[in-house]
């Protein structure tokens, strides 16, 4: 019983971290239009799957790379115990971004 409810914490984790991603990355995009002034002519579309593009990396990272190290990262009170998780997520999500962008070749900027 209390297996199961450490593996819904962790889901729950994982749900969380990935909304996130999604609110912070749309807080970034939206603040960049918004200084470089330039909301027109700017397919949403493409920010859409980059934006899932860094989820899925999220979650890859969090499913291929599992181990003991997100369970104990989880309850560690330490910042210093959850560096080595985060930068696992953030090597992830970052390296499967750049793989889609590198299979697409989207060469789309702001400006």
Same mark, same amino acid.
């Given at each position: ?10 889901? #729950?984790?994982? =749900?969380?971290?990935?909304? %996130?991603?999604? /609110? !912070?990355?749309?807080?970034?995009? &939206?603040?960049? $239009? ?17 934006? #899932?593009?860094? =989820?899925?990396?999220?979650? %890859?990272?969090? /499913? !291929?790379?599992?181990?003991?190290? &997100?369970?104990? $990262? ?38």
């Amino acid at each position: 019983m209390i297996s199961h409810r450490i593996r819904g914490v962790e889901a #729950l984790y994982i =749900v969380l971290q990935a909304a %996130a991603v999604i /609110l !912070l990355f749309w807080a970034w995009f &939206v603040m960049l $239009a918004h200084l470089s002034g330039s909301y027109r002519g700017v397919e949403l579309t493409r920010y859409n799957s980059y934006c #899932l593009a860094l =989820v899925a990396g999220l979650l %890859a990272g969090n /499913l !291929l790379g599992r181990s003991r190290s &997100v369970r104990e $990262a989880l309850y560690e009170r330490s910042i210093l115990e959850h560096l080595p998780v985060t930068f696992r997520q953030l090597s992830w999500s970052v390296g499967c971004l750049l793989v889609y962008l590198f299979i697409i070749k989207d060469n789309a900027h702001i400006s």
